[in-house]
């Protein structure tokens, strides 16, 4: 059964409860662990921030199986997921507010420890929303088609989600309101995209296809034996290890490689934005047609192309400003399919193993995904962190900034190579 439109673009909507993410990924360590000539005060050493990423995700990464298995044994009257959905936003919203009160106005250990702890509520409470929130998509679309119209919808909401992080953050929130403020604004914004989600979906689950009596270790060990999981697991591995350094290094590269101020940053993102809104229904069309492991892997090589170049702002003879915008319309035209695909996959992986198995479990899959995803996350803080820390992220010094962004485009080549290992037989 087709969902309509209005709510087929209220599940779409979902994808802003993660929106405040994105400006502690973006910024967060850019925040505590400024460059020189950011104009902030310096609240903790650069490679222990690093550290502290790689906490925050690896208790993201831990309670990403474990809430997906704990959704899918759950029953109540309100569903399997809304209860979580709910709980999570809570979570969040505490979190990613006071995260950017640190109790010392000055490098400290202390400082650190509070953004870990933080950090580990926060992405606790991200876990707990967004994994059942996308363990919905399976339930209730129930084949290829549907799903990616679905996912259209979570792209466009995603690209809404980059308008707001991308260019309303650094371009007027961060530059007007700073960080704590603007952490408020995304709150607000995080529960007017909850409620409608949790009000009008309707989830179609029957009990008796529910794992209730799957022990958690029994869940991931069943989730272990899918080999394309596992196949699809090591791809995405590499793909957010490279996504997330990317993501990390940017502010650096605008304000150090480029040497601009940091709400510059937002002039990446009007190009990327305008092309990948002009691409989004080309995609929803070519990856039906084409299927989505060609037009999946197309968008990595685009992107690795992308991250090269970004490691020359500032050495070749173009304005680094005009330079940073051609590499964010570039981005633009591969971005697309990275907000569309991996859900469309793990969807298809889920029905697999109802085959094998004969029950629903979409949120472990989900979880399971999110334990590698995260834990790539994490390992991207710290790896980025160290490469700058050694080999500089200073104007002048800036050779780690330009590593991460060499290191970035490998991995991404590396994750289409082993997407051509992934294959699913149709019946």
């Known amino acids: 059964m087709k969902l309509s439109r209005a709510k087929a673009i209220y599940y779409g909507l979902g994808n802003l409860m993660g929106v405040g993410s994105g400006l502690i990924v ?56 809304k209860p979580f959905i709910v709980a999570g936003c809570i979570l969040m919203a505490l979190s990613q507010t006071l995260i950017w009160l640190p109790p010392v106005h000055a490098i400290s250990l202390i400082n650190a420890t509070y953004a870990a702890v933080m950090l580990g509520i926060f992405w606790f409470g991200f876990t707990a929303a967004i994994a059942p929130y996308l363990a919905l998509l399976p339930e209730i679309a129930e084949d290829d088609a549907e799903r990616i119209r679905l996912t259209s919808y979570q792209a466009l ?68 034996k899918n080999r394309v999981f596992i196949t699809y697991l090591v791809m995405i591995f ?20 480029g040497g601009l101020q940091k709400y510059y940053v937002g002039y990446f993102y009007i190009p990327l934005l305008i092309v990948s809104l002009a691409t989004l229904p080309i995609y929803k069309s070519i990856s039906v047609q084409w299927g989505k492991n060609k037009v999946f892997m197309m968008s990595m090589i685009g992107l690795s192309i992308a991250s090269i170049i970004a490691s020359f702002i500032g050495i070749i003879p ?7 915008v051609i590499i964010g319309g570039f981005v633009g035209v591969f971005i697309i399919p990275q907000f569309m695909m991996p859900n469309t996959f793990i969807a298809e992986i889920s029905d697999l193993d109802e085959s094998m198995t004969g029950y629903r479990r979409e949120a472990v899959y989900f979880g399971v995904q999110g334990l590698i995803w995260k834990s790539a996350a994490g390992a991207a803080a710290l790896l980025s962190g160290w ?35 992934y294959r699913i037989e149709k019946h």
């Open 26 to 81: 973006q910024w967060l360590m850019y925040y505590y662990s400024p460059p020189k000539n950011a104009g902030l005060t310096p609240l903790a050493p650069i490679v222990i921030m690093g550290m502290v990423f790689l906490f925050g995700r690896a208790i993201d990464a831990i309670s990403d199986p474990l809430i997906g298995w704990w959704s899918d044994r759950t029953y109540t009257r309100w569903g399997r997921r």
């Open 157 to 224: 909401f995603l690209q809404i989600s980059i308008v707001i992080t991308g260019l309303i953050v650094p371009l007027f929130l961060l530059r007007y309101l700073g960080f704590f403020w603007t952490s408020i604004v995304l709150t607000i914004i995080m529960f007017l995209a909850m409620i409608p989600l949790v009000l009008v979906i309707k989830e179609r689950i029957t009990p008796n296809k529910v794992a209730k009596e799957l022990g958690f270790f029994e869940a991931i060990k069943l989730t272990f």
């Open 238 to 257: 590499f793909l957010q290890l490279a996504i997330n350094m990317m993501n990390l290094v940017l502010p650096y590269g605008v304000t150090v490689l």
């Open 318 to 324: 173009v304005n680094p400003l005009l330079m940073i």
């Open 387 to 421: 490469v700058m820390g050694t080999y500089g992220y200073n104007p002048g010094h800036d050779l780690g900034v330009r590593l991460v962004y060499i290191i970035s485009s490998i991995l991404l080549v590396v994750a289409a190579a082993v997407l051509t290992k």
